[in-house]
């Protein structure tokens, strides 16, 4: 049930035919499912011949495409293997649009200010190719452990993830940031639709109470973007309060910055101006007509999309820019860089290295914890290795130390120390490719092995007197360690991620 607030305020912003087609659109069961494509893992043609129920591409991200779930048909893509593998993320189409415009590219540092669960994040990793720095962070702390197990699926070898309050990042990481997308917590009307439960927490107190979050990170992300840098702001909601409003006060705010023109896709329409209230028009242009009239001009620039006009949920977006330049040159590592690893912790892991990855040996180098290693693949493991506790991690050089920041994950998580011994970490595997590794073992991704496995059962392998590490891999992606020994192969599938498919 819809709240007749809600609907009293949305008729109001509507004309009469418009309001009927917007209501109506609760009224269908038609609902859009969408998984992008995660190119750390395969590129699209593959993965779009592996998943063959794929159906059109979401016009804004050609790594995605609709499907209908279909159990009967076993087509139930969030309890497959291959979402284990992270081949793909399953993501409501709308929520994809954000990123799309934020534009993230191998090489860029990129914050996603609010990111759990980790869609969007995902989604920039995946068009960063691993190159360049990725901060992700989230504020809750339970929420900020779902978003790094989605860092960890998705073999993302460049992201730190933190768990942080916005001011606290501003603190350390002020004018940074090339690009920066704010996800903002919102009233989430435009979540109604996909979740009957969402309308019962709204509230028009709720839709303010957002508003004054939503100014306070944005001023906050603001002060972390470098002049001629990006900041992408969104919601998933309809309330002018928390989107053209919010961009409205910003622009006031933040002379400094302004709204781009982008190409909007098919569907999308610009932003509302005429439903910006009379009350914040004339206390904004008492403060500053000139700068007021600026920013008002701008608001048609940023973009809704709507339920009742493209394939996809209700959201909001608007493109930033900070005047200036963008200049990219700068060595500064905010909060200085990693302290690399002792010799004597380094050595377990180059044994490990040594004896089951498969890399250049020409090109190879590991000194003073810095490592060049170009595996089989064409991937490259490469940075500074440091110490988190017995926890080794591997960071490209600039990231910036977790330093007074809460972590989650300071970059790739390599492994741990144990004693004098080197055990290779999940995260590891799952970046890993089938190549790259002296010993692998293959089954179909619907084989019983494979669900066997990631149930923590012991699998059945022709071992060969094969010993050390193994990578299983399902129809050729990654999914997780085994140890070969004694003819046997132990299952190492970490326990608090095993399913039982049954
Ligand atoms: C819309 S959700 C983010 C969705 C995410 N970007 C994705 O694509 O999966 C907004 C997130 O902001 C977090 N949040 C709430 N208050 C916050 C604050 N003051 N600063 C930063 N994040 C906050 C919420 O916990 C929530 O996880």
Redesign the pocket.
């Given at each position: 049930m819809l709240p007749e607030k809600f609907k009293e305020r949305m008729r109001a912003y509507l004309s009469e035919k418009e309001y009927e087609e917007f209501i109506s659109s609760f009224d269908t069961d038609e609902r859009y499912q969408a998984l992008r494509i995660n190119e750390l893992k395969s590129d699209v043609l593959s993965a779009k011949e592996m998943l063959s129920y794929l159906g059109n591409n979401v016009p804004w991200e050609k790594t995605a495409f609709y499907y209908n779930e279909d159990p009967a048909n076993m087509v139930t893509p969030g309890k497959h293997p291959y979402h284990e593998a992270g081949l793909y993320y399953i993501?409501e189409p709308s929520?994809m649009s954000p990123v799309c415009f934020l534009d993230p590219k191998p090489g860029d540092k990129v914050l996603?200010?609010?990111?759990?669960?980790?869609?969007?994040?995902t989604q920039i990793a995946s068009k960063m190719k691993g190159q360049g720095i990725l901060i992700t962070?989230?504020?809750?702390r339970d929420?900020a452990r779902i978003l790094s197990l989605n860092v960890e699926r998705m073999g993302i070898s460049n992201a730190l993830v933190t768990n942080e309050?916005?001011a606290k990042l501003a603190s350390v990481f002020e004018g940074y940031f090339d690009k920066i997308?704010v996800?903002?917590?919102?009233s989430g009307e435009g979540m109604f639709r996909k979740n009957d439960n969402a309308a019962d927490e709204w509230s028009m107190e709720n839709v303010k109470t957002c508003a004054l979050?939503q100014e306070?990170?944005l001023d906050n992300a603001s002060k972390m973007l470098l002049p001629g840098g990006r900041l992408v702001y969104s919601?998933?909601t309809f309330a002018a309060d928390e989107n053209e409003e919010s961009i409205l006060k910003f622009l006031c705010a933040h002379s400094d910055f302004h709204v781009v023109k982008v190409d909007a896709f098919d569907g999308m329409d610009p932003g509302r101006a005429e439903l910006i209230s009379p009350e914040l028009r004339a206390s904004l242009e008492a403060k500053d007509k000139a700068l007021f009239e600026k920013s008002l001009e701008q608001i048609q620039y940023s973009i809704r999309l709507w339920p009742h006009k493209l394939k996809g949920e209700g959201h909001f977006l608007c493109v930033l820019e900070r005047d200036g330049e963008l200049l990219k040159e700068s060595s500064f590592v905010p909060g200085g860089r990693n302290i690399p690893a002792k010799p004597e912790c380094i050595k377990p892991f180059e044994t490990f290295v040594m004896e089951s990855l498969k890399f250049d040996k020409k090109t190879f180098e590991l000194k003073r914890g810095n490592i060049y290693c170009r595996l089989e693949s064409g991937q490259e493991l490469k940075g500074i290795i440091f110490m988190f506790g017995d926890q080794m991690y591997l960071a490209p050089g600039d990231m910036p130390s977790v330093m007074g920041l809460k972590c989650m994950r300071p970059g790739l998580h390599l492994g741990t120390l144990k004693k004098d011994r080197f055990e290779p970490s999940h995260a590891l595997a799952l970046l890993l490719k089938k190549e790259d590794v002296n010993i692998a073992f293959d089954h179909d991704a619907d084989s019983d092995d494979i669900k066997a496995y990631l149930n923590g059962q012991t699998i059945r392998a022709e071992l060969s007197g094969q010993k050390g590490w193994a990578l299983v891999t399902a129809s050729g992606l990654s999914i997780g360690w085994a140890k070969a020994a004694g003819g046997m192969l132990k299952n190492h599938y970490p326990k608090g991620l095993r399913i039982n498919y049954a």
């Open positions: 993501q929520a996603d200010l609010c990111a759990a669960p980790g869609g969007k994040t962070n989230e504020i809750n929420r309050d916005s997308l996800d903002a917590p919102c979050r306070e990170i919601t998933c």
